[in-house]
C-alpha cells in the first residue's frame, strides 16, 4: 500500500535560517503534490502544488522539490520567521489521481 | 482560490445523538471530500460527495455512520450519526477542482471539532 512518510520529530531551527522538511512516498508514483500548513485547532492552508513534470515550484520564501526517481519531495522555507512556526503536511495525489493521501506532518519551531 | 465555510465550527454532544455538519463553497467545485482528523494524527477522508449521487466511501466508513448529501455544486453535507466518544474529532470539508485533463488546487474549509462525551 502506499506510504507517506515525513520527519516525525519537530524541527527547531533559528529566525532567519532556511527550514529544510523531507516528504518521502513509496510503492506508487502520483501525478502531483501538494504542501499545506495547518495551526493548531484550524484547517490545512494550500501552500504549494508541484507537478511529477516540474523539478521545482516557488512562492515568495517558499520551495518545493519534486524528484520522481527518489520518490522524495523537499519543502524549504527561507528566511524563517517564528510566524512560520506550524505543522507543514505533505499531500501527494492518491493512485487514483485525485484521493490526495496526507503525511503525519512535521512539527516546525522558528525560534527568534 | 475557493473560499470554503463550515457549520457549525464546533459542537458538544452527546453519545447516541447525531450532528449534521453544512459545507458551503463560494464557487462551483468538481470534486468535495470529507476527511477526519483524530487529536494529534493527520487527515483522513472520509468519502467524496457526489452530486446528486451516493457518496463514495473509504474503507472503514459507511453511509449509515456518516450520511453524505451533495444537492448541487457549492453545498454538502455530512451527518455523524449515533455519535460515542470516539467520534471526537475535527471534520474537514475540502473541495478541488478538474480542467484540462487534470486536478488542481485542493482547499479545505476551517473545519468542525467535535466532541462527543
Known amino acids: 500500500s502506499q506510504k507517506i512518510e515525513q520527519n516525525s520529530e519537530a524541527l527547531n531551527i533559528q529566525e532567519g535560517k532556511t527550514a529544510t522538511l523531507t516528504c518521502n512516498y513509496t510503492?506508487?508514483?502520483?501525478?502531483?503534490l501538494q504542501w499545506y500548513r495547518q495551526d493548531p485547532g484550524r484547517g490545512p492552508v494550500f501552500l504549494l502544488l508541484?507537478?511529477?513534470?516540474?523539478k521545482e515550484k516557488r512562492k515568495e520564501r517558499l520551495k518545493v522539490t519534486f524528484d520522481t526517481t527518489l520518490k522524495q519531495s523537499l519543502f524549504h522555507i527561507t528566511a524563517s520567521q517564528p510566524a512560520d512556526s506550524a505543522t507543514y503536511l505533505c499531500?501527494?495525489?492518491?493512485?487514483?489521481?485525485?484521493?490526495?493521501?496526507f503525511g503525519a506532518g512535521t512539527r516546525l519551531f522558528v525560534k527568534a | 482560490s475557493a473560499v470554503i465555510s463550515q457549520k457549525p465550527s464546533r459542537d458538544i454532544c452527546q453519545r447516541g445523538t447525531s450532528l449534521t455538519i453544512q459545507c458551503q463553497v463560494d464557487?462551483?467545485?468538481?470534486?468535495m471530500f470529507w476527511y477526519r482528523q483524530q487529536p494529534g494524527q493527520s487527515l483522513t477522508l472520509i468519502a467524496t460527495?457526489?452530486?446528486?449521487?451516493?457518496?463514495?466511501?473509504e474503507s472503514g466508513f459507511v453511509i449509515d455512520k456518516f450520511p453524505i448529501s451533495r444537492p448541487n455544486l457549492t453545498f454538502s453535507t455530512l451527518t455523524v450519526s449515533n455519535m460515542s466518544p470516539e467520534d471526537s474529532s475535527i471534520y474537514l470539508c475540502?473541495?478541488?477542482?478538474?480542467?484540462?485533463?487534470?486536478?488542481?488546487?485542493?482547499?479545505f474549509g476551517p473545519g468542525t471539532r467535535l466532541t462527543v462525551l
Open positions: 475540502s473541495v478541488t477542482t478538474y480542467n484540462e485533463g487534470t486536478y488542481n488546487e485542493q482547499f
Open positions: 510503492n506508487y508514483s502520483p501525478a502531483y
Open positions: 508541484i507537478r511529477e513534470n516540474e
Open positions: 499531500a501527494p495525489a492518491g493512485p487514483g489521481g485525485f484521493k490526495t493521501i
Open positions: 464557487s462551483q467545485v468538481t470534486m
Open positions: 460527495a457526489n452530486q446528486g449521487s451516493e457518496a463514495t466511501y
